[in-house]
Each structure stands twice: as C-alpha cells, then as structure tokens.
C-alpha cells in the first residue's frame, strides 16, 4: 500500500483516524488477561479482536513496536501475528520504529521491516527526525517501492514545546525539521501527497495551520487526539481544502473506552467501536471529506 490507498481508504470510510495499539498490559480487560497463559497471549488476542471489531469501521491503524518487545520474545511474536492480522483485515499500518541511534541501525532496521523477508509487515514507518537526516533517510530508498515514511516533526506530549518550539534563527525547531523532509519529498501521487509524511501535535493548532500552509504535499499523521489538550477542531487545521491529507491518532480513548465506561471489560469492543464512531464525528464536524 501506500499514502494513496491510505488516502482512498479515508475517502470512502469518511474517518480520518488511526487507532493506536500501544496499550499497557494493565489497561487489557481482566477476562482477557485470566483467560490466557502469558501477557504475551493476552496482549495478542486483545488486538485481533479489536482489529476484527472495527475492520471497515476506521481506515488505518499505528502499532507500537516497544509495546510489543516489551513482552519479551512473544511480544515480538505477537508483533508479528498482529501485523500481519491487521494486513489481511485491511487496514493501512503504520509501524512505530525500534529506538534507532546510528546510521548502521538505521539501514539493518530499514531492511528488516521494509525487506521481502520481512517478519514486519507494515505500509508506513513512524522515525524519529531529532537524531538528523542520515537516520531516516536510510528508509527513503524504500518510498520507491511502495512504502511509505512519517518523519516526527512534533508531538503532543505536555513538554514537546521545551525543544520543539524552540527557536531556531527564524524559526521554531520542529519546522526546521519539516524544513528538512520535505526537501525529500520526492513525486507526489495521485492523492497529491509524498510518501514522505510528518508527525505532527493533534493539540498544537497553530502548528498544524502553518505545516498545512507551509508544506501542501506532506501528509500529517496527527499525533495524541485522545490527550486532554487536543481537539477536532484543532485537527482540522491539518487537512486541505478537500478534507484531505492528514488522519489523527487515538489510543486509549479507543483501547481502555471499557474502563472510561467503568465496565468490567467484557464489553469492550462494543465499547471501543462506540469511542471510534465519536472520534469520527467529532472529527467530521469540522472537516468534509470529499
């Protein structure tokens, strides 16, 4: 797949969202957890039941691959089972990349996930952009082959703003790293965007207006819909005239909507598709897509 059937997938869904499997053990359903023999197996069985509840329902979803290793080696087994679950069930995914801190690392990461043995089947990698360009360039090569990149600009969490709103001569930090991917943008698709793409803060809307303005051709993973500081509104600055070119994730307002619910978790995915269904809303209130 790439940023365009990502894009179409929206398009048809009318939801431009991404759930997030990145969950802590602690927040899986105590049924779950007493009816399996590891956390490994529960964790697993979680994601498959959620991914096969909202198949057709949300459009893409973004795993985090330290959750998983966390585990131990049946986390990293489950990675595996749940990518390629997610594959088969439709979705578009996006892998969070392992910590990455050289260039080596880089390219044997590159070619372990984007590989055609690869045990990681994924459609996009989420890099960061704070270690410099020789780290995530080193996945560049493979947007050639279908697959594509989102690059961390800026992120949700409360202290982003201590580095990457800095100012950098004229500007902050976080666009100086914007500056720097999109000169690597390469051919836009049919969608209009790269398979070059950013992470950006779902609650930073001035950010997300100049991103929007600044870089047209770079689709916006909107990073944190379900922190308290964020917002649909905020969102919408992210997507062009035509509702397009950008989706925002959400992980616990989704995966924990049974113990907001204060449910005993049997219910989860009646409830997890609830949450899903108002984040759709919510986000179409204020963004029409065409």
């Given at each position: 797949m790439s940023v365009d059937v990502l894009q179409e997938k929206i398009r048809k869904m009318k939801n431009p969202s991404v759930l997030e499997?990145?969950?802590?053990?602690s927040d899986l359903p105590p049924h779950i957890l007493a009816e399996c023999a590891s956390e490994a197996a529960a964790y697993s069985r979680f994601c498959r039941e959620l991914l096969?509840?909202?198949?057709?329902?949300?459009?893409a979803v973004r795993v985090s691959f330290s959750a998983f290793a966390l585990l131990g080696s049946q986390g990293i087994e489950a990675l595996s089972d749940t990518l390629k679950a997610a594959a088969a069930l439709g979705y578009y995914?996006?892998?969070?990349a392992p910590e990455i801190l050289s260039t080596?690392?880089?390219r044997r990461t590159a070619q372990a996930?984007?590989?055609?043995?690869s045990h990681f089947p994924c459609d996009g990698l989420l890099v960061t952009g704070y270690l410099g360009s020789d780290i995530w360039k080193a996945f560049?090569?493979?947007?050639?082959?279908?697959?594509?990149?989102?690059?961390?600009?800026?992120?949700?969490?409360?202290s982003a703003p201590e580095l990457q709103d800095l100012l950098t001569g004229s500007r902050l930090v976080h666009m100086a790293a914007a500056d720097q991917v999109s000169r690597y943008g390469g051919t836009p698709g049919k969608s209009g965007y790269t398979a070059l793409g950013l992470l950006a803060a779902a609650s930073a809307a001035q950010s997300l207006k100049a991103l929007r303005t600044r870089y047209p051709r770079l689709f916006l993973?909107?990073?944190?819909?379900?922190?308290?500081?964020?917002n649909a509104k905020n969102c919408s600055y992210a997507f062009d005239q035509f509702g397009h070119g950008a989706a925002a994730c959400a992980g616990t307002s989704i995966t924990c909507a049974w113990k907001q619910a204060e449910s005993d978790g049997t219910d989860y995915l009646d409830q997890a598709a609830a949450a899903a269904d108002r984040m759709r809303?919510?986000?179409?209130?204020?963004?029409?897509i065409l």
């Open positions: 499997l990145g969950l802590a053990v096969e509840g909202l198949k057709g329902k949300v459009p995914v996006v892998l969070e080596g690392a880089a996930i984007f590989g055609e043995t560049v090569p493979y947007c050639d082959m279908g697959k594509d990149v989102f690059v961390v600009a800026r992120t949700a969490n409360r993973l909107l990073d944190g819909f379900d922190y308290p500081n964020a809303r919510n986000l179409t209130r204020y963004v029409t």
